[in-house]
């Protein structure tokens, strides 16, 4: 199992991005699939997540309104659309294969930083 992300950086507050992470090594249509954070000095974060059929969706409350989860199972690539970025974003992004803590593989991740 291989998830590799990528579209994160460094952007202002108010800012969008759109963070990518394409799943290799098994059947990524057959899983939920979601994303996770981790801040500096904090343990990790369940951002939000998606149904394996992609007709599903959840985010925390946080970021609900501001984030969007996708997914395109025929390029087994997941998205995280980030939109109105604030400070307290600023995080490690890691796709994950699972809901919530019940994900069994992550990825390397991807640095966001929110700063003015």
């Known amino acids: 199992v291989q998830l590799a992300e990528s579209g994160g950086g460094l952007v202002q507050p108010g800012d969008s991005l759109r963070l990518s992470c394409v799943g290799s090594?098994?059947?990524?249509?057959?899983?939920?699939m979601g994303w996770v954070r981790q801040a500096p000095g904090k343990g990790p974060e369940w951002v939000g997540g998606?149904?394996?059929?992609?007709?599903?969706?959840r985010v925390k409350g946080s970021v609900k309104g501001r984030f969007t989860i996708s997914r395109d199972n025929s390029k087994s690539t997941l998205y995280l659309q980030m939109n109105n970025l604030k400070p307290e974003d600023t995080a490690v992004y890691y796709c994950?294969?699972?809901?919530?803590?019940?994900?069994?593989?992550r990825g390397q991740g991807t640095q966001v930083t929110v700063s003015s």
């Open positions: 090594g098994f059947t990524f249509g057959s899983y939920d």
């Open positions: 994950a294969r699972g809901w919530e803590s019940n994900y069994d593989h």
């Open positions: 998606i149904a394996s059929s992609g007709y599903s969706t």
